[in-house]
């Protein structure tokens, strides 16, 4: 039997990448997964965006672990999509056990190129879709009896993301977000901590992310370096941040909550 043997977890931006490894990681634990992604183009990103194609193979590989997958294309901009999905959970499945709010943009651009539009869709998704999954799914959490919340925010949730104002400033909300939280859902047995991975391999890393961190690097080489992990490992694989999920997922972790772990490397201290 796995650490999650009849749990069922809630992953959002589940299509690839780190919700995908997330939800593989979960089902082989012994979760069902419900899942939502936008599953098509994101505004104003410079990586590839997910497709319906991606979140149908991350069906098939929940299901290759012998657990179900309720995985529906929806937008976290959009609270009553996420309370219909999360209702649902509940009838087909029995309920909700583990919110993993996962889903995010990252657009790189230096203070004075940053638009109203970039910082916008960055707190629309960022943050208040962060917040509309934790309004979905916690009452739901409640309902069971306590939980865990995982909110998935990053290197730029604890220091600086150079030339990404927006983006740490999102990474920062979401921190203290888990914070707030786990001091209210506390009196519920919920649990709510945050993950905070560096640089991590996946499809964000497409496109023309790369070039574009280059050309915002080159307005302050300075500041190029800062993240650099400890390690001589640069990027985390996804798996390795899924591990993590999984610890705070399980009973291993039931005395944890308001807490922020990283898994960079050591960037953090650079």
Known sequence: MGRLTDKVAFISGVARGQGRAHAVRLAREGADIVGVDLAGPLPGVPYE???????????????????????RQGDVRDLDGLKVLAADAVAELGGLDIVVANAGICIPATWDEATPEIFRDHMDINVTGVWNTVMAT??????????????????AGKKVQPFMVHYTTSKHAVTGMTRAFAAELGAHSVRVNSVHPGAVSTPMGSGDMVARIE????????????????????FAEPEEVANVVAFLASDESSFMTAEHLSVDGGAQYF
């Open 49 to 71: 965006s997910a497709t319906p194609a991606d979140l149908a193979e991350t069906a098939a590989l929940i299901e290759a672990e012998g657990r179900k997958a309720l995985l």
């Open 138 to 155: 916690a009452p739901h959490l409640i309902d069971r009896g306590g939980g865990s919340v995982i909110l998935i925010s990053s290197y």
């Open 215 to 234: 050309q915002t690097n080159a307005a302050n080489p300075k500041l190029a370096a800062m993240g650099t992990p400890f390690l001589e490992q640069f």
